[in-house]
């Protein structure tokens, strides 16, 4: 079936510093995967995606490559900024069968940057 | 602007009595869905709909009702049947051709 695991919170990081989120997923067929961001009190926003293995998706100095041998599917960036201050969500998009176009996202990963 | 819209922001109901949650979105999108939010559970899904007079059970449909009579609307019932409805409730859409959702801004609710 089709799975995600993310790295639990929450993370606290200096503002600067360098961030990684991991996330790796199990899935049937070629799934797209993508990294949600949700602001407090607020839906959640697409970050970024990737459709197939070896593509990176950016988006605001946020990255992460499609990594089809590892399965994962890691968010970083080089210099976090307090407004980068929320919950993270990686998800992968269904893509056969019944599953197709439902996403299944993982748990969140809460960030807190500090001045 | 396009978007989806979620009514109300808040809402209270006392126990026994079932809600409507709103939903509308004018993005033309086909597909809809439901989800809640608990802290530290990240998303589950309630129900979707992929298509106008279709829609499938999600992995925690139990005490949950939908509707999707039009393409721009899916509203979502509470009832009285769900054992802990006090949730924060998203909803989104999406188009075939690219997978992505669209969220709203979400209904918190609290059932006291």
């Not at chain 2, 602007?1 to 979105?25: A, H």
């Not at chain 2, 899904?45 to 499938?56: A, E, M, P, R």
């Not at chain 2, 059970?57 to 409805?85: C, M």
Request: hydrophobic share 30%; proline share 4%; with cysteine.
């Amino acid at each position: 079936g089709n799975s995600v695991t993310q790295m639990e919170g929450p993370v606290t990081l200096s503002e600067e510093a360098f961030l990684t989120i991991n996330c790796t997923y199990t899935a049937t067929g070629y799934p797209s995967l993508f990294w949600y961001v949700q602001y407090p009190g607020e839906g959640l926003q697409l970050l970024l995606k990737a459709t197939k293995a070896d593509d990176k998706g950016s988006n605001k100095g946020f990255e992460a490559t499609y990594r089809k041998e590892t399965t994962s599917f890691h968010l970083e960036k080089g210099s976090v900024q307090v407004s980068d201050s929320a919950v993270y969500f990686c998800a992968l998009k269904g893509s056969r069968g019944s599953t197709l176009g439902r996403l299944y996202f993982g748990r969140g990963t809460q960030l807190t940057v500090w001045p | 602007d396009g978007g989806i819209t979620q009514s109300p922001k808040y809402l209270f109901r006392k126990e026994g009595q079932n809600v409507t949650l709103s939903c509308e979105q004018n993005l033309n999108h086909d597909a809809m869905y439901w989800y809640r939010q608990d802290p530290g559970q990240g998303l589950r899904l309630i129900y979707y709909s992929q298509i106008v007079n279709d829609f499938q059970k999600g992995d925690i449909a139990e005490g949950y009702s939908v509707s999707r009579e039009k393409k721009e609307s899916f509203p979502l019932t509470v009832t009285s049947a769900q054992k802990n409805p006090t949730a924060f409730y998203l909803c989104a859409s999406s188009t075939p051709r690219t997978g992505e959702q669209y969220f709203g801004p979400g209904t918190r609710l609290t059932v006291t």
